[in-house]
């Protein structure tokens, strides 16, 4: 039924539930788990909190470790599972990634920066809207 399921992360508490969902998706259905966790980059959200290169440095950083341990639970599951750091906007990287790996599902968590995405549009809501009619998005809260 699907081959292809895409956790996007951003490492918070808070989407613990979406690796979780995700993981008996693909569980279910012996698909490949893409985890991906995108460096934010939006210029409003850069001038909002200031960050530096080397701040943007440890935020990758903190990418990695996030889809690393997604990756290796997926691998204690007996699936197969890849790890992916993009840096840009979130919405248009987890849909750009979703199209270009031809992801049947994605599992994004309904979380947002406040104020900047009550004005944008959460990254959730933005996704729904630009994935290919051919994935499912799933948001799990």
Known sequence: MYDNVLIATDGSDATEGCVDYALE???????????????????????????????????????????????EQVADRGLE????????????????????????????GKQGHGAVDRHLGSTAENVMRMVDDAATVVVEN
């Open 25 to 71: 998706i693909a569980d279910r259905t012996d698909a490949k788990v893409h985890a991906l966790y995108v460096v934010e980059t939006k210029a409003t959200y850069i001038l909002t909190v200031g960050l530096s290169d080397d701040e943007l440095e440890r935020y990758r950083e903190y990418g990695r470790e996030t889809v690393t341990e997604i990756v």
């Open 81 to 108: 599972g890849d790890g992916v750091i993009k840096t840009g906007r979130p919405s248009e990287k987890i849909v750009e990634y979703a199209n270009d790996n031809d992801i049947d599902v994605v599992v994004v």
